[in-house]
């Protein structure tokens, strides 16, 4: 909340309750609301992603985005943040567990489906380079303007 009021942006916390807000953001104008749902990790584990549930992959309104934020183990560090729509996140989500479950397991079982799921940086391990590989995110980091109507948003 506190990069978003940095940068100009009205934030408050959602009420108790919301389910899938945890932000609510408007431009000074009042031209455009947004809800946001933040994520946060520290910098361990081995695939550098964020927890998610199988109600993510259907998660998806034009004004509503994740903040994912990565907090470094260094703590003068400041902490990454990538700011993408849920639409978007909605794909990843989907796409990625989609392929992960008609993929074999260890020995070459069946995989057994739950509600867990990953959002990663990097979806290579399972052949999704060409749309969710290395540097995907990269556009999204500190993309702080995606929350701005689209009139004001700078080149």
Same mark, same amino acid.
């Given at each position: 909340? %506190?990069?978003?009021?940095?940068?100009? *942006?009205?934030?408050?916390?959602?009420?108790?309750?919301?389910?899938?807000?945890?932000?609510?953001?408007?431009? !000074? !104008?009042?031209? +455009?609301?947004?809800?946001?749902?933040?994520?946060?990790?520290? &910098?361990?584990? %081995?695939?550098?992603?964020?927890?998610?549930?199988?109600?993510? &992959?259907?998660?998806?309104?034009?004004?509503? /985005?994740?903040v *994912?934020?990565? /907090?470094?183990?260094?703590?003068?560090?400041?902490?990454?943040?990538?700011?993408?729509?849920?639409?978007?996140?909605?794909? #990843?989500?989907? !796409?990625s567990? #989609?392929?992960?479950?008609?993929?074999?397991?260890?020995?070459?079982?069946?995989?057994?489906?739950? %509600? /867990?799921?990953? *959002?990663?940086p990097?979806? %290579? @391990?399972?052949?999704?380079?060409?749309?969710?590989?290395?540097?995907?995110? &990269?556009?999204? +980091?500190? @993309?702080? &303007?995606?929350?701005?109507?689209?009139?004001?948003?700078l080149?």
């Amino acid at each position: 909340m %506190s990069q978003l009021l940095r940068r100009g *942006f009205i934030a408050a916390l959602a009420p108790v309750g919301v389910p899938l807000a945890d932000i609510i953001v408007t431009d !000074t !104008t009042g031209q +455009r609301a947004c809800a946001i749902q933040v994520k946060s990790r520290r &910098e361990i584990g %081995s695939d550098n992603g964020w927890h998610m549930k199988q109600k993510h &992959e259907t998660v998806v309104g034009d004004s509503l /985005f994740y903040v *994912f934020v990565s /907090f470094p183990n260094d703590q003068t560090k400041v902490p990454d943040a990538f700011i993408v729509p849920s639409r978007t996140v909605a794909e #990843a989500v989907r !796409t990625s567990h #989609a392929t992960w479950l008609s993929s074999p397991g260890r020995n070459g079982q069946i995989r057994k489906d739950g %509600s /867990f799921r990953r *959002f990663l940086p990097d979806y %290579s @391990n399972l052949g999704l380079s060409d749309r969710f590989g290395p540097g995907w995110l &990269e556009p999204y +980091r500190d @993309n702080w &303007e995606l929350l701005r109507p689209v009139s004001h948003q700078l080149p």
